[in-house]
């Protein structure tokens, strides 16, 4: 349940890597060159870090793309090849399942982000003062019950969600809340307690009902309760650079909420996709999970409700690893370029998921211009020609440009020519808006666009000037 497998561990040994099973959707799906060269990452990342087995899915297209199964789902008593049907565990990846159960009752009413947790769970330390927002954020300063990439002892006996809470959530904070960022399992178990008692319905039946059926993830296990089935892979530790043995199966009511679930990656995939097609929540509830949280100094925690905010290489990025005994996986999603890479891997502490995901993204991202810098160009060089398409702006926006003001942007602009690359440098909220600035590259010289965009993504303000 772990936050993310960032860590790279080199693993030695190689494996046969099983019969290779493919599925790809009716639309949107790769073409054959994306789907060799995410083949061959596969193969060569399974070969150098020794994993068993890695279940790939890909969104493209509006559609799940792509999905393979790659290597042996299970060594002993004889190999038996990955298969895309096949459910792997998703660890803390759940947590954006919690999340989203947290903003769905939001917005019936039934309880807000900054209701103090006391309301629904008394008893807790400073619980009238930590919110659920920072709990799902990760900043209320309850103690993390689960730190360690193994399972202790004591994880092997059943407990329950209050227990956990009762050991972990009353003793002192180990920071004042919104001060810091501090990955901390127990905040989900008390979010899953809390879903439970505003909705009035046990979390599983919730999340069936209201997720998972209406997205057709047909897979969807709950191995808090229960082992994986045997047409399933078996789960997968190291001891240094030893052979993969079979991994212990953590008690019954440790993963409640922050790591219970197990799926298909195609089910998975199809999550994803549904957070790109925003179906289950309204934008503004998306926009809430996506949205980086502040410190009470006001520093971004790159982290929303749930989910990793990132930027990789310009590209927006919401992404959360998982691991769980035996299990790792990486998630990403790239909202504004309608992608999305899913890596589940049946061996923990490595970073087999990470580094395939990562090298997954960059194939399907490859000479792909991020969505902002797109629209930034396509401004721009509208501009160059004295056009300006008026409904991708705010109305204080579009009285800034007058006809005064498009002959000027296009007699300044329009003798250098097109742009080289246009390429976004950085980002940052305030006011409400997003502030983007670009670097506008053409020989012998650079301008700077001044972007702000509105949470709806219309732009606020759209500026070019010289820069040194």
């Known amino acids: 349940m772990r936050a993310s497998a960032r860590r790279i561990v080199p693993v030695l040994g190689l494996f046969v890597l099983g019969a290779v099973s493919a599925a790809r959707g009716a639309a949107g799906a790769l073409d054959a060159p994306a789907r060799q060269a995410i083949d061959d990452a596969a193969k060569a990342v399974l070969a150098a870090t020794g994993a068993p087995s890695a279940s790939v899915a890909v969104v493209s297209g509006g559609a799940v793309a792509y999905v393979q199964a790659y290597g042996s789902a299970r060594l002993a008593p004889a190999l038996a090849p990955a298969a895309p049907g096949m459910r792997y565990s998703i660890g803390s990846v759940s947590k954006q399942f919690t999340s989203t159960a947290i903003l769905m009752l939001a917005e019936e009413g039934k309880l807000s982000l900054d209701d103090a947790v006391s309301k629904f769970v008394p008893g807790l330390t400073r619980g009238d003062e930590i919110t659920i927002r920072q709990i799902l954020s990760h900043t209320s300063g309850y103690q993390d019950y ?5 399972v202790p002892p004591f994880m092997l006996q059943p407990t329950t969600a209050a227990e956990i809470l009762d050991r972990w959530a009353k003793k002192p904070l180990d920071f004042e809340p919104g001060t810091q960022y501090q990955y901390s399992n127990t905040g989900y178990v008390l979010a899953g307690v809390i879903v439970e ?37 078996t789960g997968y530790l190291r001891y240094a650079l030893g052979p993969p043995r079979p991994a212990p199966k953590e008690g019954k009511g440790w993963l409640f909420a922050a790591g219970e679930l197990a799926m298909t990656a195609g089910d998975l995939a199809r999550w994803n996709l549904g957070m790109i097609q925003q179906k289950l929540l309204k ?59 899913t890596v589940l891997v049946n061996q923990d502490s490595i970073d087999t998921s990470g580094a395939l995901a ?35 702006l705010t109305p204080n926006a579009n009285s800034y440009f007058t006809a005064e003001a498009i ?12 742009p080289k690359e246009v390429k976004q440098k950085s980002s940052n909220d305030r006011g409400g808006m997003t502030f983007r600035l670009f670097d506008v590259v053409f020989p012998g010289r650079t301008l700077a666009i001044w972007e702000r965009d509105m949470p709806d993504g219309q732009i606020e303000q759209f500026q070019v000037m010289a820069t040194e």
């Open 146 to 150: 689960w730190p360690q990439d193994y």
């Open 197 to 233: 008692k505003a909705s009035g319905t046990p979390l599983l039946p919730f999340l069936t009902a209201r997720i998972f059926k209406p997205l057709s993830m047909a897979s969807v296990a709950n191995i808090d309760q229960d082992r994986l089935g045997d047409t399933d892979p």
């Open 283 to 341: 934008p503004a509830s998306y926009r809430e999970m996506q949205r980086d949280v502040l410190l009470k100094n006001g520093l971004g925690i790159g982290y929303g409700l749930g989910i990793d905010v990132r930027r990789r290489d310009g590209h927006r990025l919401l992404e959360h690893g998982g691991e769980v005994s035996g299990f790792t996986a990486a998630n990403l999603v790239f909202p504004d370029d309608g992608v999305a890479v």
């Open 358 to 392: 990562g090298k997954i993204a960059d194939i399907l991202l490859a000479g792909r211009a991020p969505a902002a810098e797109a629209r930034a160009r396509r401004i721009f060089e509208g501009l160059q020609a004295g056009k300006l398409d008026r409904s991708a």
């Open 407 to 418: 002959a000027d942007f296009a007699s300044s602009l329009a003798p250098l020519g097109a």
